[in-house]
């Protein structure tokens, strides 16, 4: 493409506030993206062919930044100065047709790009990251994600540094140039929004292998790394085709290219990217050897690569409106990659790992100054907002969803979702109303989750009317304020739940205007700041055994010593029994810190024993039961902090479990120590 005006954008633009309710539909529809791009480190030049098609009355806007323009074409002439406006933000241009062929010729400097977004050279090789707004730092366009086009791509580099060319979609041929360079072009059928393009150029080597989809797709699948780290791919190459064969199997939902490639980078900002048909990796979530790795390595690696690879349905093929929908994609795959880790092992140690992870970072952020709902109203930066509430509360809110349809509802929500919503960008209204209409539910109150920030406390009290053999259990919520959110509304919260008689058994559980008692396990809902439910035929006083399987992400108050006690004795729930030690032992603990004493607890030596005892055929999950609090998790009861008194207490009640059970444990450590290979 000739020359016609060359200007520069200036940068780094001011930075200025968007609004969920200023979202305005898009001006320009992009039905096609034809990229050609010559790489080199200093000096790549991006040319791009976008066809257009106008859906409102008003200007195109194109979103660029630190982009040298060399050239513009409308319709194949040269698009005059005057005809176009350029400045730290981007290109607009007043007048134009209802269709038309808009190209663009830009020059990059990928060796100088230190931010690591957009495309950048990391040990030589090229790499991307678009998500949220890099694809604006590659090319002129409408980089937001509710624009979905058909890339097709093509690559030109030396052939010596760069004998790797890597895009979206499907290979579509590549050859020799004269020059010493080669190319390759890449076709990605499926129309996608600019977050997802990806490239990644370089000297690497592939570790491959195939996955057969259940209608007979045969994928080839690669992980790029560099030489010498072949061997290290095992566990990353094995949870990818657990992960592709576990959503055919939950949800019908299979890998739509020929191809997946992933590819490992050592300088990269987020853990992993979904970019379509080819994920980008910080190497610590691919590499990983037997004689170096921990288990936390190995869980790592399986957590990520499942949750990138499930993004291409809930992420990809249905994409997000704008970037307040970010949960939509992040909650919801961060809740598949959850159930498909517990479905591989112990969905209790998993259900344990997720909550303590979800109280040690996303309840201090919703108690703290940055407190924000799931789905935020207003940002500055949007890459200020991939936090453990729009990933970590977000999954939970779809897990409430699902406790509160039930599975079979929540399956076939998710089908309507994706059908509905397949090739388009969708809001978390969708979302939640493919659920409704899925379970015949009424979800208009859910919605609060998301638009409300704070933890709330739910907190118990109960009588028992033994005349009557009735049972009343009452259910109390309250948000705190949090910034710009003094007033808080009530949440629907979903309890799971169970009785218990005096020896630890489950009693039925019939409320008031039922004819049958439920199960061993069933769901209240308090939708309201308070509210009552009255059990009848009662033939004892219960212990209430509440948020089993932590149907909700809330604090539970209310409930004593005695009963926390009993309820990890006995509670058939084993995440409740889990919780409940260690709640008690908190109390425990904080008793001896504030009296400078040891502990000396005869309940915490019971827990303890029974863990070893009871529940032998999980040995993760006793691991967990028999855990003391952390000094962490002790601090953050404590309003003010006495890490010494912590430290104290602790150490005490090691000791002390040390020297009553030692020959307990010297037998559990004898029994597991001859468990053969790696396991
Ligand atoms: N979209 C990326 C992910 O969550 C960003 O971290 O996988
Ligand atoms: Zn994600």
């Known amino acids: 493409m000739p020359d016609t005006h060359v200007a520069q954008a200036a940068s780094p633009p001011e930075v200025r506030e968007v609004r969920l309710q200023d979202y305005r539909p898009p001006v320009f529809r992009v039905d096609t993206v034809d990229l050609h791009i010559r790489l080199h480190e200093m000096r790549t030049v991006v040319r791009a062919a976008l066809v257009l098609r106008r859906a409102a009355p008003g200007p195109l806007q194109l979103d660029g930044e630190g982009l040298e323009l060399l050239a513009i074409r409308l319709d194949g002439a040269p698009l005059p100065p005057d005809r176009y406006a350029l400045d730290a933000h981007g290109l607009t241009i007043d007048t134009l047709p209802d269709s038309c062929r808009l190209e663009t010729e830009v020059a990059i400097n990928p060796g100088a790009n230190t931010l690591l977004s957009g495309l950048y050279v990391s040990g030589g090789n090229f790499y991307t990251q678009c998500e949220a707004e890099g694809f604006r730092r590659i090319t ?3 980089d937001r994600p509710d624009v979905l086009a058909r890339y097709t791509t093509t690559l030109v580099a030396d052939a010596a540094r760069c004998p790797v060319l890597l895009s979206n979609g499907n290979p579509d041929g590549e050859g020799r140039n004269e020059d010493g360079t080669h190319w390759a072009r890449w076709v990605d059928p499926h129309p996608k929004p600019a977050y997802l393009f990806a490239v990644v150029a370089g000297d690497l080597v592939a570790v491959r292998d195939r996955f057969r989809t259940r209608s007979g797709r045969d994928v080839a699948l690669a992980i790029w790394v560099r030489e010498g780290d072949q061997h290290k791919c ?32 050592s300088d990269f900002n987020m853990g992993a990217m979904e970019n379509k048909g080819l994920n980008v990796f910080n190497t610590k979530y691919v590499l990983a050897r037997p004689e170096t790795a921990t288990d936390a390595d190995y869980q790592g690696i399986e957590t990520v690569i499942s949750h990138e690879y499930f993004h291409n349905w809930t992420g990809n093929r249905v994409t997000c409106r704008d970037w307040f929908q970010l949960s939509l994609k992040e909650g919801l795959t961060v809740f598949r990659d959850q159930t498909f880790t517990a479905d591989l092992g112990s969905e209790a140690v998993k259900r344990i790992s997720d909550v303590v992870r979800l109280r040690a970072a996303q309840f201090p952020e919703d108690a703290g100054p940055l407190a924000h709902p799931v789905r935020p109203d207003r ?33 076939r929500g998710m089908d309507l979702y994706i059908a509905r919503n397949d090739n388009s960008a969708a809001t978390i209204e969708d979302f939640v109303a493919a659920m409704a209409e899925a379970s015949g539910r009424d979800l208009s109150a859910f919605m609060t989750w998301y638009d409300q920030a704070g933890t709330p406390t739910l907190t118990v009290s109960d009588a028992y009317d033994a005349a009557a053999r009735r049972y009343t259990l009452t259910l109390r919520q309250e948000t705190a304020p949090t910034p710009n959110q003094p007033d808080k509304r009530p949440v629907m919260i979903p309890v799971a739940m169970g009785l218990l008689d005096p020896s630890g058994g489950a009693l039925p559980m019939r409320l008031a205007g039922e004819n049958e008692a439920g199960a061993a396990t069933r769901v209240i809902t308090l939708d309201a700041a308070e509210r009552q439910f009255v059990f009848e035929d009662v033939p004892v006083p219960p212990v209430p055994s509440l948020l089993r399987g932590f149907s909700a992400p809330v604090r539970l108050a209310g409930l004593s010593r005695e009963r926390l006690r009993f309820l990890a004795a006995h509670d058939s729930d084993p995440f409740v029994r889990w ?17 400078g004493r040891d502990v000396d607890d005869a309940g915490i030596l019971d827990i303890v024993a029974n863990a070893l005892g009871a529940h032998g055929r999980d040995p993760a999950l006793v691991a967990e039961v028999l855990t003391l609090p952390s000094e962490a998790a002790l601090a953050d009861a404590m309003a003010t902090v006495d890490p010494d008194g912590i430290h104290r207490a602790r150490e005490s009640a090691r000791r002390a479990i040390g020297h009553a059970l030692r020959d307990r444990f010297a037998r559990t450590y004898d029994a597991l120590t001859d468990t053969g290979p790696y396991a």
């Not at 260690?582 to 425990?588: A, F, K, W």
């Open 140 to 142: 002129f366009f409408p």
């Open 579 to 595: 919780d409940s030690g260690q709640h008690y032992m908190t109390d425990v603990l904080l008793d001896a810190v504030a009296a």
């Open 379 to 411: 940002y500055r930066k949007i890459d200020n907002f991939y936090t453990a509430t729009v990933y970590q509360k977000g999954a939970e809110v779809i897990r409430m969803l699902r406790t509160l349809i039930g599975t079979e509802a929540f399956r």
């Open 234 to 265: 095992d566990h990353a190459m094995w949870s990818l085709k657990t992960s592709m064969k576990w959503d055919e199997d939950t949800y019908g939902l299979e890998y739509d290219l020929d191809v997946f490639n992933i590819a490992a980078v």
